[in-house]
Structure formats: structure tokens, C-alpha cells
């Protein structure tokens, strides 16, 4: 099993993010866009890399 996340757009600045590890453990954090970009575009570079 991968850890994941979920995000719901609460207003047009900001993402809850709810982050859930391979273990079952979760974590919720409030993000810019910002934030959530960068959070994504990480998690896209480690895709890549562990292919």
C-alpha cells in the first residue's frame, strides 16, 4: 500500500489536505496554493524517481 492524500478546496486561497501513510496514519493540514502545488509537484518528482 502507497500513503495518499486527500484535498478539499475550502476557499479560493486555501486546500485542507489530509495526508494518509502507508501505516494508516493521517495528518490534516491547511495549505495555500500555493503550498499545495509544491506539495504536489514533489510527490510527482518522487513518482518519477522511484520508477
Do not use: K, N, P
Not at 492524500?5 to 500555493?34: C, K
Amino acid at each position: 500500500m502507497r500513503s495518499f492524500h486527500t484535498a478539499v478546496q475550502v476557499d479560493s486561497a486555501l486546500w485542507a489536505v489530509t495526508f494518509v501513510s502507508e501505516f494508516g496514519f493521517h495528518e490534516t493540514r491547511i495549505l495555500t496554493g500555493a503550498e499545495f502545488i509544491e506539495v504536489i509537484s514533489a510527490e510527482a518528482q518522487l513518482g518519477c524517481e522511484s520508477s
